[in-house]
Nanobody, 125 residues
Framework: QGQLVESGGGSVQAGGSLRLSCAAS????????MGWFRQAPGEEREGVAL????????YYADSVKGRFSISRDNAKNTVYLQMNSLKPEDTAMYYC??????????????????WGQGTQVTVSS
């Protein structure tokens, strides 16, 4: 089902910005729901931002709306997450994920079988 390779994590002060990238090594299906989950220590993995590679529809957690923006480059099999106005509560391991075809249930981690290795985002106050 292909590898997902993330890049772009790091440490930043509150109010700063980071951009994450996730590149897929191969495609089996004609389209995917692809994007980002995050998991802080002791917390469940939560959906942050996902997009449909078929039509570009986007889905965001309420906590990041207006601050984060997801985009895609289908020619490069890559999805980007622009994170602005970062807050300490955004600190987590961020994982790229994708599932075939539909974005139904986009924020349910159990629906995804294709995951990246994760990239750490740390926001200091």
């Amino acid at each position: 089902q292909g590898q997902l390779v993330e890049s772009g994590g790091g440490s930043v002060q509150a109010g700063g910005s980071l951009r994450l990238s996730c590149a897929a090594s191969e495609d089996t299906y004609s389209s995917y729901c692809m994007g980002w989950f995050r998991q802080a220590p002791g917390e469940e993995r939560e959906g942050v931002a996902l997009t449909s590679t078929r039509d570009g529809s986007t889905y965001y957690a309420d906590s990041v709306k207006g601050r984060f923006s997801i985009s895609r480059d289908n020619a490069k099999n890559t999805v980007y997450l622009q994170m602005n106005s970062l807050k300490p509560e955004d600190t987590a391991m961020y994982y790229c994920a994708r599932k075939p075809l539909s974005c139904i249930g986009w924020d349910e981690a159990r629906r995804y079988s294709n995951w990246g290795q994760g990239t750490q985002v740390t926001v200091s106050s």
